[in-house]
């Protein structure tokens, strides 16, 4: 009713790393069957975990029943060090539904994975078939102008930092995906369409608002 067309399933939000594995099969399951019912809203759904066999399985459920992508962040405990060991977490991840489209899901501040996203982008796009681009939910205005500089591909970039998502728009940002989009969506799209006609004094308005 919103207009909100599109839903991040198993995030942050929805605190995924503290429900069980039949808990998110389960809650998958059930946004994508709504999804199927509904052709106005797509389904993306998080598959990542500190498990590398349960963010697989998640991964083939969510491909197996048409999601229209998949997300994947890093693990927390036994963290990547390097891009590269990175890059073969989440292509180990995205093999499992080769045919859907595949976004890493950066949030340093939840995983204590802080690496470069520019050069993660560049070789990820070259290494894993179905990748996409990238959930950013990290406030490093810097890398993020590096990563929508990228082209031959480029990476679509979501944003995921709600209260900072007017800079995000100004640096070339199409895409978020946050929280408190659940229950204040319409404010967010006013503010939106205030920066696409201009208007930021009511743009900044609207995120001031959002804060």
């Known amino acids: 009713e919103h207009g909100v067309r599109t839903v991040f399933v198993g995030g942050t939000t929805?605190?995924?790393?503290?429900?069980?594995?039949?808990?998110?099969?389960?809650?998958?399951?059930g946004w994508l069957?709504?999804?199927?019912?509904?052709?106005?809203?797509?389904?993306?759904?998080?598959?990542?975990?500190?498990?590398l066999r349960d963010a697989r399985e998640l991964a083939r459920q969510a491909g197996a029943l048409g999601a229209r992508a998949i997300s994947a962040l890093s693990p927390s405990y036994f963290k990547p060090t390097s891009v590269?060991?990175?890059?073969?977490?989440?292509g180990a991840i995205a093999a499992e539904a080769p045919a859907t489209p595949f976004f890493y899901y950066d949030i340093p501040e939840m995983t204590g994975v802080c690496l470069p996203m520019p050069e993660f982008l560049a070789r990820a796009s070259a290494t894993i078939p179905n990748f996409v681009g990238l959930k950013?939910?990290?406030t490093n205005l810097i890398s993020l102008q590096a990563c929508l500089a990228l082209r031959d591909p480029t990476p679509q970039v979501l944003?995921?930092?709600?209260?900072?998502?007017?800079?995000?728009?100004?640096l070339g940002v199409e895409g978020a995906v946050g929280s408190t989009y659940n229950f204040a969506a319409p404010l967010y799209h006013r503010l939106i369409e205030a920066f696409r006609r201009g208007d930021l004094a009511a743009a900044r308005e609207e995120q001031l608002r959002s804060v």
Not at 42 to 49: A, E, L, M, R, Y
């Open 14 to 29: 929805s605190e995924s790393h503290s429900l069980t594995q039949e808990e998110r099969l389960r809650l998958a399951e």
């Open 33 to 51: 069957t709504l999804g199927r019912s509904e052709p106005r809203l797509q389904v993306i759904v998080h598959v990542g975990s500190n498990c």
């Open 84 to 90: 590269g060991s990175l890059l073969g977490w989440c």
């Open 136 to 138: 950013f939910t990290n």
């Open 159 to 170: 944003w995921g930092v709600d209260e900072c998502l007017l800079a995000a728009l100004v």
